[in-house]
């Protein structure tokens, strides 16, 4: 593992907020250039053994694994074997049963409960979490269908459900026809070389790197072992370290790469970068002041300047968060072995390294060649009240407008040559840009979406 050149300061930082929050311990990294660039342990992963954490100790990452239950959907839905809009009933017929008090249970869909805003009630009947008592058992919940239903009309409002993922967990069984926890590894975690995440039980070399956990401080320093868990699967059962989730949040990070770029196709062969982007894309809004919004499996939080794409979980003894900026490609872990804002602790990290990285002078590389059958589109368009350019940037064929310079639609090639399609981003994606030439082979105007533009000879594009 490379050392970064701020890794003094990202110490200090963790060493101060395990101080600070009086936290047990704590496992913690940062991921840039497609790699797990610094980690490090602080305070103990076993009080009693005075046993240090670090990349490799095992800790409950509860939520997160939410992540992973939505992967799998994406995957199912990539393979054409369910939608995003399909009612949840649809593959789950004891659902049929359930006390759906705003409307049909139809509106119950796959979408609506990737992104928690399906209206279903939080937990599954039974669960208390003073105990802690939770149903795990997804067969057991949908036996009490009718206590499960709507308790607030779909879309109304965040409403986060680990019952929903529990449902969800099930769907991915049954369309897959592999058990939830057998597809997961087989489908996502081994072909990404997560041999350290695992659901329970622990094979014995993963049990033994096991962190203790923690209950939260009462009226003294004095820490007590949080209670057992009963089994929990889709909606928060995996176990991992700071070295695998590293892989994760990188697999995330590559969506936003040159596909050249990228260190593997595994990255693809998991998940496409559009999937993946879409997955983090926010949704709606969960607060009056913008600053948190949900997408699909994943949430958006607004720090200061960033907007962190990240996914917490909290468990009885374990606080954990993984989060990562798109536009810098960096991102940071953090693994609490008790009751402790990972979250912060993983965005602060995150921001340390973000600023350093910002200081740095940015490297020059040399541009993507263009195509050379591209030449003949580049040039100045004019149309009704539009002046448009089209360069080749960026190793992508992008309109540019002067006067709207937020605006700059890329193209994607198609069969025919002389017809693109506007990428996902604009209010014109998913529409065609077909260039007509004339009797000689030049290009004479082009018809984007809505709108025809003729080219302009007489003018040139810019630098």
Request: glycine share 10%; aromatic share 8%.
């Given at each position: 593992?490379?050392?970064?050149?701020?890794?003094?300061?990202?110490?200090?930082?963790?060493?101060?907020?395990?101080?600070?929050?009086?936290?047990?311990?704590?496992?913690?990294?940062?991921?840039?250039?497609?790699?797990l660039?610094?980690?490090?342990?602080?305070?103990?992963?076993?009080?009693?053994?005075?046993?240090?954490?670090?990349?490799?100790?095992?800790?409950?990452?509860?939520s997160?694994?939410?992540?992973?239950?939505?992967?799998?959907?994406?995957?199912?839905?990539?393979?054409?074997?369910?939608?995003?809009?399909?009612?949840?009933?649809?593959?789950?017929?004891?659902?049929?049963?359930?006390?759906?008090?705003?409307?049909?249970?139809?509106?119950?869909?796959?979408?609506?409960?990737?992104?928690?805003?399906?209206?279903?009630?939080?937990?599954?009947?039974?669960?208390?979490?003073?105990?802690?008592?939770?149903?795990?058992?997804?067969?057991?919940?949908?036996?009490h269908?009718?206590?499960?239903?709507?308790?607030?009309?779909?879309?109304?409002?965040?409403?986060?459900?680990?019952?929903?993922?529990?449902l969800?967990?099930e769907?991915?069984?049954?369309?897959?026809?592999?058990?939830?926890?057998?597809?997961?590894?087989?489908?996502?975690?081994?072909?990404?070389?997560?041999?350290?995440?695992?659901?329970?039980?622990?094979?014995?070399?993963?049990?033994?790197?096991?962190?203790?956990?923690?209950?939260?401080?009462?009226?003294?320093?004095?820490?007590?072992?949080?209670?057992?868990?009963?089994?929990?699967?889709?909606?928060?059962?995996?176990?991992?370290?700071?070295?695998?989730?590293?892989?994760?949040?990188?697999?995330?990070?590559?969506?936003?790469?040159?596909?050249?770029?990228?260190?593997?196709?595994?990255?693809?062969?998991?998940?496409?970068?559009?999937?993946?982007?879409?997955?983090?894309?926010?949704?709606?809004?969960?607060?009056?002041?913008?600053t948190?919004?949900?997408?699909?499996?994943?949430?958006?939080?607004?720090?200061?300047?960033?907007?962190?794409?990240?996914?917490?979980?909290?468990?009885?003894?374990?606080?954990?968060?993984?989060?990562?900026?798109?536009?810098?490609?960096?991102?940071?872990?953090?693994?609490?072995?008790?009751?402790?804002?990972?979250?912060?602790?993983?965005?602060?990290?995150?921001?340390?390294?973000?600023?350093?990285?910002?200081?740095?002078?940015?490297?020059?590389?040399?541009?993507?060649?263009?195509?050379?059958?591209?030449?003949?589109?580049?040039g100045?368009?004019?149309?009704?009240?539009?002046?448009?350019?089209l360069?080749?940037?960026?190793?992508?064929?992008?309109?540019?407008?002067?006067?709207?310079?937020?605006?700059?639609?890329?193209?994607?090639?198609?069969?025919?040559?002389?017809?693109?399609?506007?990428?996902?981003?604009?209010?014109?994606?998913?529409?065609?840009?077909?260039?007509e030439?004339?009797?000689?082979?030049?290009?004479?105007?082009?018809?984007l979406?809505?709108?025809?533009?003729?080219?302009?000879?007489?003018?040139?594009?810019?630098?």
């Open positions: 593992m490379a050392k970064t050149a701020h890794g003094d300061d990202l110490e200090a930082f963790a060493a101060s907020f395990v101080k600070e929050h009086r936290l047990p311990g704590a496992a913690v990294g940062v991921v840039e250039g497609g790699e660039v610094w980690s490090t342990g602080v305070g103990f992963a076993d009080i009693a053994a005075r046993r240090r954490p670090d990349a490799a100790t095992m800790y409950r990452i509860a997160i694994t939410k992540t992973f239950t939505g992967t799998a959907i994406m995957q199912l839905r990539a393979a054409g074997l369910l939608q995003l809009d399909d009612p949840a009933v649809s593959f789950l017929p004891e659902l049929r049963g359930a006390a759906a008090r705003f409307g049909a249970i139809e509106s119950v869909t796959i979408r609506r409960l990737l992104s928690h805003e399906s209206g279903l009630r939080s937990e599954p009947p039974g669960t208390d979490w003073s105990i802690p008592r939770f149903e795990g058992d997804v067969a057991r919940t949908l036996a269908a009718r206590e499960i239903g709507t308790v607030i009309p779909p879309n109304r409002q965040w409403k986060y459900s680990n019952l929903g993922y529990q969800l967990g769907i991915v069984a049954r369309v897959s026809g592999s058990p939830y926890t057998d597809y997961v590894s087989e489908k996502i975690l081994q072909p990404l070389g997560m041999s350290a995440t695992s659901f329970e039980p622990l094979p014995g070399q993963l049990a033994a790197r096991v962190a203790t956990g923690y209950a939260g401080r009462s009226f003294s320093d004095e820490l007590e072992v949080a209670p057992a868990m009963p089994p929990i699967f889709a909606e928060g059962g995996l176990w991992s370290c700071v070295e695998d989730l590293s892989r994760w949040v990188d697999l995330q990070l590559g969506a936003y790469r040159d596909a050249g770029a990228e260190k593997s196709a595994t990255g693809a062969l998991v998940l496409s970068a559009d999937d993946r982007k879409e997955m983090h894309k926010p949704r709606y809004l969960v607060d009056d002041e913008w948190s919004a949900w997408g699909i499996s994943w949430s958006a939080v607004r720090k200061d300047d960033v907007i962190w794409v990240q996914h917490s979980g909290g468990l009885p003894g374990h606080s954990t968060n993984v989060c990562f900026d798109p536009k810098s490609g960096l991102g940071a872990i953090a693994l609490v072995n008790g009751d402790g804002d990972a979250s912060a602790l993983a965005m602060g990290l995150a921001g340390v390294a973000r600023d350093a990285a910002r200081a740095r002078a940015s490297e020059l590389t040399v541009p993507p060649a263009m195509p050379e059958r591209y030449r003949p589109f580049l100045a368009y004019r149309g009704r009240d539009m002046f448009l350019v360069e080749w940037r960026d190793g992508k064929l992008t309109f540019l407008d002067a006067e709207n310079p937020t605006w700059k639609p890329t193209l994607a090639a198609t069969d025919n040559e002389d017809t693109f399609v506007v990428e996902p981003g604009f209010r014109e994606s998913g529409e065609p840009a077909t260039f030439r004339l009797p000689d082979g030049r290009v004479a105007s082009v018809h979406a809505a709108f025809s533009l003729r080219r302009q000879d007489d003018v040139r594009a810019s630098g």
